[in-house]
T-cell receptor, first 113, second 112 residues
Framework: DTEVTQTPKHLVMGMTNKKSLKCEQH?????MYWYKQKAKKPPELMFV???????INESVPSRFSPECPNSSLLNLHLHALQPEDSALYLC????????????FGSGTQLSVL | GEDVEQSLFLSVREGDSSVINCTYT??????LYWYKQEPGAGLQLLTY?????DMKQDQRLTVLLNKKDKHLSLRIADTQTGDSAIYFC????????????FGIGTKLQVIP
């Protein structure tokens, strides 16, 4: 299994809602990532978890809250988002050590109204 | 800081070769990658090269690295309509779960 699975594929939420994005991989990878991608732009790193511990936070606003319950799962909790947070949110995983070949999920297209 | 630059658009005819170019600024880059993104999808790693290599070939894909000029290219032989996508050049420093920096992406259009 070389897949990274993200749910939901599409999400529309209001600025007062609380929602969560989910990501799962069964490749035994110990590093997992959240990226944000705006239209016609490259992915921008948000968070990195290594061995279930948060190792990189790219100064992301606190309305985005990551969680790594175990080595296969990664969540991104969303609260009080702004319309400018609308984007494609991509999860990725990789082995730790050596070249960081990232395996990406197909993303969650988020719209904040 | 790190910077990766690519041209925005490339159009080729089906069956021709495509060459997508990339330049990077970080001399400590150890790994250089090419990712492909189709509409509505995530990124797919196509190939990667270590900075101590000049060339890597994988079926229709050839990666050339000029470390002196910090120039990376991806050649796709016999380009097919299914190759139409956005191609991202990316780089990362040596090992571990380091930050991967992506270029802006080159949109490849294949004309039948």
């Amino acid at each position: 299994d070389t897949e990274v699975t993200q749910t939901p594929k599409h999400l529309v939420m209001g600025m007062t809602n609380k929602k969560s994005l989910k990501c799962e991989q069964h490749m035994g990878h110990r590093a997992m990532y959240w990226y944000k991608q705006k239209a016609k732009k490259p992915p921008e790193l948000m968070f990195v978890y290594s061995y279930e511990k948060l190792s990189i936070n790219e100064s992301v606003p606190s309305r985005f809250s990551p969680e790594c319950p175990n080595s296969s799962l990664l969540n991104l909790h969303l609260h009080a988002l702004q319309p400018e947070d609308s984007a494609l949110y991509l999860c990725a995983s990789s082995e730790t050590g050596g070249s960081e070949k990232l395996f990406f999920g197909s993303g969650t297209q988020l719209s904040v109204l | 800081g790190e910077d990766v630059e690519q041209s925005l658009f490339l159009s080729v005819r089906e069956g021709d070769s495509s060459v997508i170019n990339c330049t990077y600024t970080d001399s400590s880059s150890t790994y250089l990658y090419w990712y492909k993104q189709e509409p509505g999808a995530g990124l797919q790693l196509l190939t990667y090269i270590f900075s101590n290599m000049d060339m890597k070939q994988d079926q229709r894909l050839t990666v050339l690295l000029n470390k002196k000029d910090k120039h990376l290219s991806l050649r796709i032989a016999d380009t097919q309509t299914g190759d139409s996508a956005i191609y991202f050049c990316a780089e990362s420093p040596s090992g571990g779960y380091q930050k991967v920096t992506f270029g802006i992406g080159t949109k490849l259009q294949v004309i039948p």
